[in-house]
Structure formats: structure tokens, C-alpha cells
């Protein structure tokens, strides 16, 4: 059956030239009888125009003439300029005439925004015809149809193909320069508050019995670690941050605490991460209520452990809390080194400090720790034996204002309190270090009486009067190391807890 004839299909005439072209096309075979100019004028005439030779790329119309004869439809279509469409019938190609309302409605999606052809360097100095007409401006675009040959915008390059054209030079460092750099120096803690006594305290000042000093730890020792060889390696400034206090004058030691731990902890966290493949980490410990912890204070102490050995199986049930370096920060007119050769008040708050960090080290199964204060750095081991002397410490200190001069060589690097805490997380890596003492101390509960292995105490320290004594024995059941295990040391119906 053949379609319906339309009254549109029928009326072509003067006006054909100006109406828009049907929307579908057919591709037939050239007729038979031959074509004359009065098939152009009367009756209905067949566009044998193929849609695939028209070229969208191009911004040109090539004309018709009504004088054609039929042997030029097989022939290639030839472009050429916009001609003058004063000389007779002229009539662009079918797509060309449609707006963009129509094209945004009917157009086919791959049309509707077809990129130009942008020639690249390669091409050759004499483009072929279709290349022209690709490259010409686009101020000689038809006007009326801007919207198939917009090209697309460009892309944007990528950073990494910038970064390596043109690379921009990072500042690099070292960790030796980075952890013997000055320290910011803060003045004194202006208010010192001595607490009252807390019932539940577990440690007094007459339980450090020898002090030693510590002469091993020093530069050289620090700088013969296995994971010293990374000190002097070139490290991107960016990998190790610069920073400043921006207190100076801390009112309290809880003041001091926090301006210590916004400086300190970063600082050696990332030098330390530097070094090591399971490197340990210094944070603040969180406040605990857990009674097996003798009422330790923690609101003024630094913790170094490995991540994910904070929260132990036995801090998650009750136990003893664990670390491989314990510290603590404290006000230098309570605690500073100068006190031991003063009178016998001075001597004693320098054994209540070093009794602090001695409970501690305790109760953390550790061996290493330190006291930090506004002018130095103090620290102490605790004994090398695996099981060690109750209240036998070995201590040092260096001055937080020591920093590493210009031009120093290995040799005159000073030691520095960085580099002193950095020497002592290396310390208590997950390998015993040769020549040095394991981080862990085999305490073990207090039922186990490990306390009685002490030692006797040295001639320069005072003896307690006989109220301390009383509160002692009040707070935990013993007043000497020797005296045996009492009731309060063990658990309930006498089941030990904790132990092993």
C-alpha cells in the first residue's frame, strides 16, 4: 500500500524555498526518465540528496542548480563559500535549516553537540578541503546555527602532568636538625597547689631507696641506636611540622601539661614515625576510676605505646594499665634535681617526685620514664634486671634550653631533650637493644610480693616521721618493702588477682 499523500507534499512552490525540508528522507535509485527544468516546477519532486554525505563539520551550503542534470548525483559533493542566494533556487542541507528548539526536540542525542575537528601540531601545513573549512574561525560561523559548531571547552590539565613539567622544589631537613632544635622556653608555673593527701594513694616518698646516676645515657648512646641511621637522612620539611607554643606563661601544671603535650607530642610522634615501622606514639592517657590503680593521678602524664596496645585485655577488665615509657610533668620548684643536695624538706619533695614516677612505672609493667619541668628534662631507668630492686633508680637529666649549634658535626651533637625522649621510645622497641635493658619489668601483681626484693637505702635520705608512717599503713597495708603481704594486697578470699 502506498502512504497518503499530504497537502504539504503537494504544495511546492515559490514558497518551497523558505518552508523547512520534510524530516525523513528516502534514498531511492535515479529515475528513468530524463530530468528537465519542468519537473522543477510542477508537481512534487523527490529530494535524492543522501543524508550520509552531508559533512556536519563544516559550516558552509553548497547549492543546486535547477539546470542539473541527473549525472551529477552520482558525482562528489563539492563545497565551496556561501553562494548568493539572489541568483535562483538555492537550498542548504537538510539539518542546516533547523533550529535549536527543533534539534533540542527531535535531534538525535549524538548530534546535538558535535565537536568541531581542532587540528593538532602533527597535522600537515596543507590541510585538505574538510580541514579548512574545520579551521576557520569562528566569527565566519552562520549565525543562525551557533550551536553545532561550539567546540567543546578544553580540559583541565592535570596536576600531576604539571607537577612534572615543572617541578617545584621542596625544602628537605634532617631529624638530627629537627630534634636538636631550640625548645620554647616557659617561665615557671605561677600558682603551685599541694593537694591534700588522697586515702587512696599507694606510693610515699621514702619508697625510693638508691638513686644512681644514669651516666650511660648519653649522646653517643643515643646516636649507636639501630634506628639512628635515619637521623641523618634527608626528610621532606613537610613530613616534620614546625611548631610553637603559644603559651609561655602557664598558670598551673595542668596548664603546663597541656602546653607541653601540644608541643612535645607532635613533634616526636613524627620524627618517630619516621624511624621505625611499628613506631611508638606519646599520648595523654585518659582518667580512670579503677581502684586497682592505687589512685594513681593521670592528669599530668605521657604515655609511649605502639597503636593498638592502649586498650590491653587487662585495662578492659579491671587490670593494670600498660605502656612501654611513662611521664610525668611537674612544677620545678616541687620537683628539679638541685633539691637532693639541699635540707631535708627539699630532699623529700625531690624523693615524692621520683616516688610518683616510680609507682607508675610500676603499675605500667615498664622500665623507662621521664619528669618533665619548666627548665629541664629528668630520666630514669629502673634498674636492668628483669625483675627489679624496689625503689632503685638510675637518673639523668638535660637542660630543655640545650640545642645543636651550626656546623656541629656527629660527634659535638649535644644531647637534647628530644633527642633524649626519642632515645628513649627506641629503647623500648619491640627489640631488646643490645647492651640495653627490656621496657618490660616483670612486676606482676601485688599479691606476688615483688616489692620484697629491695634493697637498703642510701645515708642521705631522710626517715619518715611516724604519722606518715600510720597513713601508710592506713592506705595500704605496709609501710617497708620488707614487711610481708597483708590483707589489702590481695584479692577476695584470698585469690590473687592479676596474676598469671
Same mark, same amino acid.
Given at each position: 500500500?502506498?502512504?497518503?499523500?499530504?497537502?504539504?507534499? !503537494?504544495?511546492?512552490?515559490?514558497?518551497?524555498?523558505?518552508?523547512?525540508? &520534510?524530516?525523513?528522507?528516502?534514498?531511492?535509485?535515479?529515475?528513468?526518465?530524463?530530468?528537465?527544468?519542468?519537473?522543477?516546477?510542477?508537481?512534487?519532486?523527490?529530494?535524492?540528496?543522501?543524508?550520509?554525505?552531508?559533512?556536519?563539520?563544516?559550516?558552509?551550503?553548497?547549492?543546486?542548480?535547477?539546470?542539473?542534470?541527473?549525472?551529477?548525483?552520482?558525482?562528489?559533493?563539492?563545497?565551496?563559500?556561501?553562494?548568493?542566494?539572489?541568483?535562483?533556487?538555492?537550498?542548504?542541507?537538510?539539518?542546516?535549516?533547523?533550529?535549536?528548539?527543533?534539534?533540542?526536540?527531535?535531534?538525535?542525542?549524538?548530534?546535538? !553537540?558535535?565537536?568541531?575537528?581542532?587540528?593538532?601540531?602533527?597535522?600537515?601545513?596543507?590541510?585538505?578541503?574538510?580541514?579548512?573549512?574545520?579551521?576557520?574561525?569562528?566569527?565566519?560561523?552562520?549565525?543562525?546555527?551557533?550551536?553545532?559548531?561550539?567546540?567543546?571547552?578544553?580540559?583541565?590539565?592535570?596536576?600531576?602532568?604539571?607537577?612534572?613539567?615543572?617541578?617545584?622544589?621542596?625544602?628537605?631537613?634532617?631529624?638530627?636538625?629537627?630534634?636538636?632544635?631550640?625548645?620554647?622556653?616557659?617561665?615557671?608555673?605561677?600558682?603551685?597547689?599541694?593537694?591534700?593527701?588522697?586515702?587512696?594513694?599507694?606510693?610515699?616518698? %621514702?619508697?625510693?631507696?638508691?638513686?644512681?646516676? %644514669?651516666?650511660?645515657?648519653? #649522646?653517643?648512646?643515643?646516636?649507636?641506636?639501630?634506628?639512628?641511621?635515619?637521623?641523618?637522612?634527608?626528610?621532606?620539611? &613537610?613530613?616534620?611540622?614546625?611548631?610553637?607554643?603559644?603559651?609561655?606563661?602557664?598558670?598551673?601544671?595542668?596548664?603546663?601539661?597541656?602546653?607541653?603535650?601540644?608541643?612535645?607530642?607532635?613533634?616526636?610522634?613524627?620524627?618517630?614515625?619516621?624511624?621505625?615501622? /611499628?613506631?611508638?606514639?606519646?599520648?595523654?592517657?585518659?582518667?580512670?576510676?579503677?581502684? #586497682?590503680?592505687?589512685?594513681?593521678?593521670?592528669?599530668?602524664?605521657?604515655?609511649?605505646?605502639?597503636?593498638?596496645?592502649?586498650?590491653?585485655?587487662?585495662?578492659?577488665?579491671?587490670?593494670?594499665?600498660?605502656?612501654?615509657?611513662?611521664?610525668?610533668?611537674?612544677?620545678?620548684?616541687?620537683?628539679?634535681?638541685?633539691?637532693?643536695?639541699?635540707?631535708?624538706?627539699?630532699?623529700?619533695?625531690?624523693?615524692?617526685?621520683?616516688?610518683?614516677?616510680?609507682?607508675?612505672?610500676?603499675?605500667?609493667?615498664?622500665?623507662?620514664?621521664?619528669?618533665?619541668?619548666?627548665?629541664?628534662?629528668?630520666?630514669? /631507668?629502673?634498674?636492668?634486671?628483669?625483675?627489679?630492686?624496689?625503689?632503685?633508680?638510675?637518673?639523668?637529666?638535660?637542660?630543655?634550653?640545650?640545642?645543636?649549634?651550626?656546623?656541629?658535626?656527629?660527634?659535638?651533637?649535644?644531647?637534647?631533650?628530644?633527642?633524649?625522649?626519642?632515645?628513649?621510645?627506641?629503647?623500648?622497641?619491640?627489640?631488646?637493644?643490645?647492651?640495653?635493658?627490656?621496657?618490660?619489668?616483670?612486676?606482676?601483681?601485688?599479691?606476688?610480693?615483688?616489692?620484697?626484693?629491695?634493697?637498703? /637505702?642510701?645515708?642521705?635520705?631522710?626517715?619518715?616521721?611516724?604519722?606518715?608512717?600510720?597513713?601508710?599503713?592506713?592506705?595500704?597495708?605496709?609501710?617497708?618493702?620488707?614487711?610481708?603481704?597483708?590483707?589489702?594486697?590481695?584479692?577476695? /578470699?584470698?585469690?590473687?588477682?592479676?596474676?598469671?
Amino acid at each position: 500500500m502506498l502512504p497518503k499523500i499530504r497537502s504539504q507534499d !503537494q504544495a511546492i512552490g515559490s514558497s518551497s524555498a523558505s518552508a523547512s525540508p &520534510p524530516k525523513r528522507m528516502r534514498t531511492s535509485p535515479a529515475p528513468s526518465v530524463p530530468r528537465t527544468s519542468s519537473h522543477l516546477h510542477s508537481g512534487h519532486t523527490r529530494s535524492y540528496t543522501n543524508p550520509e554525505t552531508i559533512s556536519f563539520s563544516a559550516a558552509l551550503s553548497f547549492s543546486e542548480d535547477a539546470s542539473d542534470t541527473p549525472s551529477l548525483l552520482c558525482s562528489p559533493v563539492s563545497f565551496a563559500p556561501a553562494a548568493d542566494t539572489s541568483a535562483g533556487h538555492s537550498r542548504r542541507a537538510s539539518t542546516c535549516s533547523l533550529d535549536n528548539g527543533a534539534i533540542e526536540k527531535y535531534g538525535f542525542p549524538t548530534y546535538r !553537540q558535535m565537536p568541531a575537528y581542532v587540528p593538532g601540531p602533527s597535522d600537515s601545513a596543507t590541510p585538505t578541503p574538510q580541514l579548512a573549512q574545520a579551521q576557520l574561525p569562528q566569527t565566519q560561523l552562520p549565525q543562525s546555527e551557533p550551536y553545532f559548531y561550539q567546540p567543546y571547552a578544553p580540559r583541565a590539565p592535570s596536576p600531576l602532568a604539571h607537577a612534572s613539567m615543572s617541578p617545584e622544589p621542596t625544602p628537605s631537613t634532617t631529624m638530627m636538625t629537627y630534634l636538636t632544635s631550640p625548645n620554647p622556653a616557659p617561665s615557671l608555673v605561677r600558682t603551685i597547689s599541694f593537694p591534700l593527701r588522697d586515702p587512696h594513694t599507694r606510693h610515699f616518698w %621514702w619508697d625510693v631507696r638508691q638513686i644512681r646516676p %644514669w651516666n650511660s645515657f648519653n #649522646a653517643a648512646t643515643v646516636l649507636s641506636l639501630p634506628a639512628a641511621a635515619s637521623l641523618t637522612c634527608p626528610v621532606p620539611a &613537610p613530613l616534620l611540622p614546625a611548631l610553637s607554643t603559644s603559651q609561655r606563661h602557664p598558670e598551673t601544671e595542668a596548664a603546663l601539661h597541656s602546653n607541653y603535650a601540644s608541643y612535645y607530642l607532635p613533634k616526636l610522634n613524627a620524627a618517630l614515625a619516621l624511624s621505625s615501622t /611499628r613506631p611508638l606514639q606519646l599520648s595523654v592517657p585518659t582518667k580512670s576510676a579503677n581502684p #586497682a590503680s592505687g589512685g594513681m593521678a593521670t592528669d599530668c602524664m605521657f604515655v609511649a605505646n605502639v597503636a593498638g596496645e592502649s586498650a590491653t585485655a587487662a585495662a578492659i577488665f579491671g587490670g593494670k594499665p600498660t605502656a612501654r615509657v611513662v611521664g610525668l610533668v611537674k612544677s620545678f620548684d616541687r620537683f628539679n634535681t638541685g633539691m637532693r643536695v639541699e635540707g631535708n624538706v627539699k630532699r623529700v619533695e625531690y624523693l615524692r617526685g621520683l616516688s610518683h614516677l616510680h609507682h607508675a612505672m610500676r603499675e605500667h609493667g615498664c622500665r623507662y620514664g621521664f619528669i618533665l619541668t619548666e627548665i629541664e628534662l629528668v630520666f630514669v /631507668r629502673n634498674g636492668g634486671e628483669s625483675t627489679p630492686h624496689f625503689g632503685y633508680l638510675e637518673v639523668g637529666s638535660v637542660q630543655l634550653a640545650a640545642a645543636s649549634g651550626d656546623g656541629n658535626s656527629d660527634e659535638q651533637t649535644p644531647l637534647t631533650a628530644c633527642l633524649a625522649l626519642w632515645g628513649l621510645c627506641m629503647l623500648a622497641a619491640d627489640e631488646p637493644v643490645m647492651g640495653h635493658a627490656h621496657w618490660r619489668t616483670e612486676i606482676g601483681a601485688p599479691a606476688e610480693g615483688t616489692r620484697r626484693k629491695a634493697l637498703a /637505702r642510701d645515708d642521705w635520705m631522710p626517715q619518715p616521721q611516724l604519722a606518715e608512717k600510720r597513713e601508710s599503713k592506713r592506705a595500704r597495708g605496709w609501710v617497708w618493702p620488707e614487711d610481708p603481704v597483708g590483707r589489702k594486697e590481695l584479692g577476695k /578470699r584470698g585469690v590473687r588477682y592479676g596474676a598469671c
